[in-house]
């Protein structure tokens, strides 16, 4: 089944524009620039949202205006007014677990304390849609993540996050088309 929805999380405004919460609409703003497809704020969908097309594969891009904790709220208005079902949604995130740098894929699981994820998948009813989870690394202590996301990376840190966005974008026409599972063997080996 081919992606239509690339979701990239993020809070807005400039105060967060470089946090590393920021990874996901990171992401999906590069993939935006590369494929030259602009971006539009569409109120009703609470989202900026971009046509992409890439090899022959039409998808949306969308980033959330809401901030992380309700970015299933845009999610549900995108996928209800275009008739969008979870399998064909790849939602791009920041990720705690991965070391900074790494960037995997996977469908379905649970949200691992991401509130983005845990609200998407509370406003569709389900978390069997497909994630790129970009590795942005721990702080070490569980009282140190909401003021680790919440800042701005290290410029080693976030050359290191470029380089894995880098790596996402050259497996985007597989994942788009549907080949999850060869864009996996790519970026996860």
Known sequence: MTIKLVIGLQNPGSAYEHTRHNAGGWFVTALAQRNSASFKLDKKMQAELADLTLDGHKSSLALPITFMNHSGQPARAITQFY?????????????????????????????????????????????????LR??????????????????????????????AIDRGITVMSLVLSGDIARAMNQLNA
């Open 83 to 131: 008739r969008i079902l979870p399998e064909e949604i790849l939602v791009v995130h920041d990720e705690l677990d991965i070391p900074t740098g790494r960037i995997k894929l996977k469908t379905g699981g649970g949200h691992g304390g991401h509130n983005g994820l845990r609200d998407i998948t509370s406003q569709l009813g389900t978390s069997e849609f497909h994630r």
């Open 134 to 163: 970009i590795g942005i690394g721990h702080p070490g202590h569980k009282d140190l993540v909401h003021q680790y996301v919440l800042n701005k990376p290290s410029v080693s840190d976030r050359q290191l996050i470029y380089d």
